[in-house]
């Protein structure tokens, strides 16, 4: 193509160098400088034309690969939400299940997994002021064979909160197991809490339970009370107050023992 041109340019220059030859085939030259002119600029034409379609695809790729990416963040962010609540609802079940492994499913009392930590705590803290009462149901077997087991569980919710009510702020109750509680005392005074004592076993003493079937139901309890004393561990603390509701149970039931 540069030869092409260079062949043009040639002639060219010869023919105005004979300018003054109206024959001279200059117009001809011209003729074919422009008709050159034209292809090039055809050809230019052309190459801009499939730059601009290339430009356009290149545009509407971008589009397409932004709004693929904006797809893909709100899906994450979509996502990113589930898994907030999902988080939130397993914290929340896993308190509601920690909670629940501490609460008698009968009573609705603290259980004795509770009543152990508890115990841990008050005894780190202040043991010299602790003192323990293991309450049990006395003759309880004969009210599940008289009145039927649901019976026998209503009387034990019932006991459960009567201990609870009687003891009040002074102590903290748990079902330790079966027909037995106890209680803690952290801060009370030695007589305050055998007073509470005594006053509980006349409580469930004079206490009636329906039977539902025209029958009031009577039973009373045994108290095991023990108190800390120097270089006591927890264990030492629970069988000393063990010891005592057995002694109460074998000298006649219905009673407090003080360990
Ligand atoms: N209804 C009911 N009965 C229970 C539950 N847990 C333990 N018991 C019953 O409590 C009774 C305890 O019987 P025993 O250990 O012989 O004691 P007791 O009859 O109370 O006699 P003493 O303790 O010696 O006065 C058993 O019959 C158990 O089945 C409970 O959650 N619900």
Request: glycine share 8%.
């Given at each position: 193509m540069k030869s092409d041109i260079k062949a043009l340019e040639q002639r060219v220059v010869s023919a105005l160098a004979d300018n003054h030859n109206l024959e001279h085939p200059l117009y001809d030259v011209l003729?074919?400088?422009?008709?050159?002119?034209?292809?090039?600029?055809?050809r230019i034409e052309q190459?801009?034309?499939?730059?601009?379609?290339?430009?356009?695809?290149?545009?509407q790729r971008e589009k397409t690969l932004g709004e693929r990416f904006d797809k893909h963040?709100?899906?994450?962010?979509?996502?990113?939400?589930?898994?907030?609540?999902?988080q939130t609802a397993l914290r929340e079940a896993n308190l509601e299940l920690e909670q629940a492994s501490y609460i008698d499913a009968l009573t609705g009392l603290p259980n004795r997994r509770k009543m152990l930590r508890r115990l841990k705590t008050e005894f780190e803290m202040r043991p010299e002021s602790l003192c323990l009462a293991m309450i049990d149901?006395?003759?309880?077997?004969?009210?599940?064979?008289?009145?039927?087991?649901?019976?026998?569980?209503?009387?034990?919710?019932?006991?459960?909160?009567?201990?609870?009510?009687?003891?009040?702020?002074?102590?903290?109750?748990?079902?330790?197991?079966?027909?037995?509680?106890?209680?803690?005392?952290?801060?009370?005074?030695?007589?305050e809490v055998e007073r509470c004592l005594e006053q509980?076993?006349?409580?469930?003493?004079?206490a009636r339970f329906d039977s539902g079937e025209g029958i009031s139901i009577r039973t009373t309890i045994s108290i095991g009370k023990s108190h800390y004393q120097t270089g006591d561990t927890i264990d030492a603390l629970?069988?000393?107050?063990?010891?005592?509701?057995y002694q109460a149970k074998n000298s006649g039931r219905d009673r407090?023992?003080?360990g």
């Open positions: 003729d074919e400088l422009w008709q050159y002119n034209q292809n090039q600029w055809s190459m801009i034309r499939v730059s601009d379609s290339y430009q356009d695809m290149i545009l963040l709100r899906q994450l962010e979509k996502i990113t939400r589930i898994s907030d609540r999902y149901i006395d003759h309880f077997k004969r009210i599940n064979d008289e009145f039927g087991h649901l019976m026998g569980d209503d009387v034990l919710v019932s006991v459960g909160n009567l201990i609870e009510h009687t003891v009040g702020e002074l102590g903290h109750i748990a079902r330790w197991g079966g027909e037995e509680f106890l209680v803690i005392f952290s801060q009370a005074g030695q007589l509980l076993a006349k409580v469930i003493r004079e629970i069988t000393r107050a063990d010891n005592a509701l407090v023992v003080f």
